[in-house]
């Protein structure tokens, strides 16, 4: 029996070929996407971990401090410690070159007096060249590069090498070539090596080093070794194996992957529109010939399982090309995620291909066929349920769908309603899962309106077509409006691409105003001088007595200091704002949300109290009052919390404390930004040159005016949210091919009254007008409930998503300006979708169309 | 040119089917038919008489032969003056009704005249009219579901006379209803065509139909073997 029906299927396969590939194309995307994100993630991941192992050496532990680093006293203390055999100080900075495109090159400070044990594999005798060792450990200016970034710029011994440092442009002089492997590989290869303590000057480190990389005794126990470590040195150092290193990075850059892992599943579910589409139509379109197998003999389940083993095999088969697809995205999304890891977080990575995770591919393999599953089963169902003697009668009467259904209406209704209030009421403590059921319930509840909606909407379009386009509009509107089920499919398909674009949209928005209102807030002086074009730089920082040149420009009246770092909390690393407390709290009097600014200003400028982000209050669970206890390099550090505000630096929570209180308890005193409030009259681009040529020849300053310094915050968040971007326009082509495929099908369906038509006068170009109109009406009804929708799952995520992923609490702003751009935009889509089925109309055969059955 | 009350004149048409052409649909076909005139055309399935339907309202082209209607000869139209031709001149009526499923009784009338870019409100009251005198006054709003067979058929034939074109061309249209209702039809075509003095082109199976006609045409195997001028009662 199975394979008869088997035949039965792969007839049907080879007849309606467009129909399989339009299919097999929704699964395609959907199982793409959705691998290409997995996989991209994983590579990311792994080329964290893979930078760290390497840069570790043959380490088996690593102590660090968060970004200030600490101490060098403390390696003392920890070559004593027994069972620790080597004890290497590191400093690692990524700087900037002059060379030709001005390449990044990792630098690597290491203590080039010792015999680099930890590093064997990349100084190993045969292929280390120092051409003058006595020179190469004497000379300050000492570099060795690794032989690919050698070669790459013709690089030879003793050439100079211009590098960016903490003081300006220092030439350093190349006196050795290292392997590129092991930690020489980092970085895409370009390495370098200087001497630990040249790197502590030129890099503004003082008496501090990054990380002290540890090989230990294999024969004694490496935890009693840390826990000895741990115990021996001050609580803010951490004692850390270098794979767990790399899970922290992980740890920091998860929200990124959550995000887009959300996102991928939204770009799959439009996929099981676009195949619950198909599978409805082809029921539709087989009446008869399942009429005929009945009436041979085939039973009720007979049927549903052909339907459903069709599924099964067009999800397999999607999903295997899906795959492959997505293995080749995952090269281009690793790529995005690496350079947003970098801006974003400071990061660096090694570039690697895609790894090829058999477990993912199961995954994504298991996904694409249950998605397809899914979509074909209520077709499958309503397949076997026909009624034989009605199919073999007359399949004309077989095309009429049922519309809305009072039930239905209503627990959509309930849906949508519950949805909405669980977001607006429940709490966040109920975890992610139960959350994302929120949004699941909102969008169900929407699907299960849209038949209504259609309904309503053909009601309100048919007259306004009518006028605008004649009698071709009026059979558009009719058109999508007779088969509720196959249009509910199509417009649901372009609900869910729009209310992704829109969700997203709203939500990109929403950080961007509350950003900006943020620092309208905190951040409002006329100028901001910083080190660098990123977030966060690891390297550049400025000195206090640059910080003090700048202040002494002609026409400044208060400049601020502000070192902007990150130190590790509860497991985690959380952004530290080390201010000038009282100028900042005088100049900024209702930034805070939570607690008395006189208080908080003059409590904090004493260093006796901390103000934190609302985020990182939410997230760890320290409100006004509390006390917040730091374990800083130097000792712990408890005060109590003084202030809560709204900030949006960091999506793990921020702390403010002074500068002087960071001073003291992490012996740090650099800084990252210095703001400037200028005299009145004073011009601000005047005052950027005097302040660049204060710095000149030191280092490198970036100047913004407050205007400016919003716009290019505006920019990194666009650039976070890049791959969002991309899938956004992969949601609306993936809605566009369910567009093509119902009007395709919408055409032959129709074939005989697109004859009749044409034979009582209609000429090909009011029939082509005809299937354009249709779509005009599918996708403007896909607008309107894309825009609900949109507004839905925008409240969603500014009340949800936004608190899980980073705790913050975000204004809903609806991008209005981004419907008005997408509406032509769509409707240009759609139009150029339905393009080819208007022509499969029109070259229609219209004797046959007429005698078609 | 035909002769000045010929409204169709075939010359020698035939039409091949078939990859290689191996159907001979029609063969060297001579035909005239007049205005005013009821012609109906009787033959065994596979006869022809579709297919000569489909050519004299210029759907489908001959392999040889010319044929001309109202003075045109449609092998020297495009696809879009035949069209325009059919919704000005040509008004048709099928077995199975075809009408627009989506639109009520009133709109599926007026839609030939709404396709010729009328006005609705203008379109639809003549097609108000047209129903009237097809006896449907009541059931304008009704979409086709909402109508007996009967009843749908004289809609199909309201739309196809909206315009009130010079030829009607009907194939099979009591094929689907039962006698009493096809009786019904074709007494409303006689009282039409007294009406309208259209040409009727009417294709049967049904005797009882084409006593209805003045002239027999019975085709078989592609060929006319028969074209007689019936006695009317």
């Known amino acids: ?853 | 040119m035909a002769p000045r009350d010929a409204i169709v004149s075939l010359k020698q048409v035939s039409k091949l089917f078939g990859v290689d052409g191996g159907v001979h649909a029609l063969k060297c076909i001579d035909l005239e038919i007049n205005l005013g005139e009821r012609v109906a055309v009787m033959g065994p399935s596979g006869s022809g008489k579709s297919t000569l339907l489909n050519l004299i309202c210029g759907l489908d082209v001959p392999t040889t032969g010319s044929i001309t209607f109202d003075g045109f000869d449609l092998s020297k139209l495009s696809d879009d003056e035949c069209t325009r031709l059919r919704r000005e001149k040509i008004g048709m009526v099928f077995q199975t009704f075809n009408l627009l499923p989506t639109l009520s009784a009133l709109e599926n009338v007026s839609f030939p005249l709404r396709l010729q870019g009328q006005r609705s409100h203008v379109a639809e009251e003549r097609a108000r009219a047209m129903l009237e005198r097809v006896g449907l006054k009541e059931r304008n709003s009704h979409r086709p579901d909402e109508l007996s067979g009967g009843e749908r058929q004289r809609v199909a034939l309201a739309r196809a006379l909206i315009f009130e074109p010079p030829l009607l061309l009907a194939d099979e249209p009591t094929g689907n209803l039962d006698s009493a209702t096809g009786e019904e039809i074709l007494h409303l075509l006689d009282d039409l065509h007294r009406r309208l003095n259209m040409t009727i082109f009417l294709v049967t199976h049904n005797e009882l139909a084409a006593a209805h006609c003045e002239r027999l045409l019975i085709l078989r195997d592609g060929q006319i073997v028969k074209d007689e001028f019936l006695e009317r009662n």
């Open chain 1, 1 to 853: 029996m199975f394979r008869a029906l088997a035949l039965i299927t792969s007839r049907q396969w080879q007849q309606h070929k467009l129909r399989l590939a339009l299919t097999m194309l929704g699964i395609v995307l959907g199982v793409a996407v959705f691998f290409a994100v997995q996989t991209a993630n994983i590579t990311l991941v792994s080329s964290f971990q893979v930078t760290i192992e390497k840069l570790a050496g043959s380490a088996t532990l690593q102590v660090t401090a968060g970004e200030a680093g600490f101490p060098q006293e403390t390696l003392k203390t920890i070559r004593a410690i027994p069972g620790v055999v080597i004890a290497e100080p590191v400093i690692e900075v990524v700087a900037r070159t002059s060379l030709p495109d001005q390449p990044n090159l990792l630098i690597m400070g290491l203590d080039t007096a010792s015999d680099q044990k930890l590093h064997e594999d990349m100084f190993d005798e045969a292929t280390l060249e120092i051409s003058n060792p006595l020179a190469f450990l004497t000379k300050t200016d000492s570099i060795a590069l690794s032989r690919a970034f050698a070669e790459q710029y013709g690089l030879k011994h003793n050439d100079l090498l211009p590098v960016f440092t903490q003081k300006g442009r220092q030439d350093f002089t190349v006196r050795g070539f290292f392997k590129p492997t092991g930690a020489g590989a980092v970085f895409g290869g370009n390495v370098a090596i200087v001497d630990v303590f040249a790197a502590q000057t030129a890099f503004g480190r003082g008496a501090t080093f990054d990380r002290v990389d540890i090989k230990t005794d294999p024969n004694s126990s490496l935890d009693s070794i840390q826990q000895n470590l741990r115990e021996r040195l001050p609580p803010g150092l951490h004692v850390e194996r270098p794979s767990r290193r790399g899970e922290g990075i992980e740890n920091a850059t998860a929200s990124m992957n959550l995000g887009l892992t959300i996102v991928s599943f939204l770009a799959l579910t439009i996929g099981v529109f676009i195949i619950f589409n198909s599978f409805g139509i082809s029921v539709n379109q087989r009446w008869k010939e399942i009429g005929i197998l009945r009436s041979l003999g085939v039973g009720r389940s007979q049927v549903q399982q052909m339907f459903l083993g069709e599924a099964v095999v067009m999800g397999l088969l999607g999903s295997v090309i899906g795959i492959v697809v997505g293995f080749y995205l995952a090269k281009a999304a690793t790529k995005v995620m690496s350079s947003i890891a970098a801006a974003i977080y400071g990061y660096v990575s090694t570039p690697q291909p895609p790894q090829f995770r058999w477990d993912y591919a199961a995954t994504a393999l298991g996904v694409g066929i249950f998605s397809s599953l899914l979509a074909a089963w209520l077709p499958a169902r309503a397949a076997s349920r026909l009624n034989p003697v009605l199919a073999l009668h007359n399949i004309e009467t077989q095309q009429r769908e049922t519309g809305s259904g009072r039930v239905r209406f209503m627990i959509g209704l309930m849906l949508v309603i519950s949805g909405v209030a669980l977001t607006r009421f429940s709490t966040p403590r109920v975890g992610l899962m139960i959350q994302c059921l929120y949004a699941v319930a909102i969008q169900l509840g929407l699907i299960l309106l849209l038949p209504a909606m259609i309904a309503i909407s053909a009601r309100v379009l048919r007259p306004v077509m009518g006028r605008l386009f004649g009698i071709e509009g009026v059979i558009g509107v009719d058109t999508m409006a007779r088969a509720p089920r196959r249009t509910a499919a199509t417009v649901g398909a372009l609900m869910i691409g729009l209310s992704f674009v829109f969700a997203n949209g709203a939500f990109i928005q929403s950080q961007k105003r509350a950003l900006n209102r943020s620092l309208d807030r905190a951040v409002n002086t006329d100028l901001l001088v910083t080190t660098s074009e990123q977030v966060r730089s690891r390297t550049y920082h400025f000195t206090e007595e640059i910080a003090g040149r700048v202040a002494a420009v002609p026409g400044v009246k208060r400049a601020e200091n502000l070192r902007v770092t990150a130190i590790p909390y509860g497991g985690d690393e959380v952004a530290l704002l080390a201010h000038d407390m009282d100028a900042w709290l005088t100049r900024a009097p209702d930034v805070l949300d939570e607690g008395d600014t006189s208080t908080a200003r003059s409590l904090t400028a004493r260093g006796e109290g901390f103000v934190i982000s609302r985020n990182f209050s939410t997230r760890w669970g320290v409100g006004l009052g509390d006390s917040l206890r730091l374990e800083t390099p130097v000792g712990t550090l408890v005060r109590p919390v003084l202030g809560v505000l709204e900030y949006y630096h960091s999506e793990k929570g921020t702390i403010f404390m002074d500068r002087e209180v960071y001073k003291e308890f992490w012996r740090d005193n650099m800084l990252d930004y210095i703001l400037l409030t200028l005299n009145e009259n004073v011009e601000p681009e005047a005052i950027k040159s005097q302040v660049q040529a204060a710095i000149a020849g030191e280092q490198q300053a970036f100047i913004y005016t407050h205007q400016e310094y919003k716009e290019w915050v505006t920019r990194l968040i666009d650039q976070f949210f890049t791959l969002t971007y991309l899938q956004m326009i992969v949601a609306i082509l993936v809605a566009a091919l369910g567009l093509i495929n119902t009007l395709v099908i919408s055409v032959s369906e129709r074939r005989r009254e697109i004859g009749v038509i044409r034979a009582i006068g209609g000429l090909r170009k009011q029939v082509r007008k005809m299937v354009l109109l249709e779509a005009v009406a599918m996708t403007m009804v896909g607008i309107a409930a894309g825009i609900l929708s949109g507004v839905l799952n925008a409240y969603f995520l500014v009340r949800t998503a936004a608190t899980i992923i980073a705790g913050f609490t975000l204004p809903l702003e609806f991008p209005f300006a981004m419907v008005f751009v997408a509406m032509p935009a769509v409707l240009m889509v759609a139009l150029l979708a339905a393009w080819w089925p208007a022509r499969r109309a029109v070259r229609l055969r219209v004797v046959e169309a007429i005698g078609y059955e």
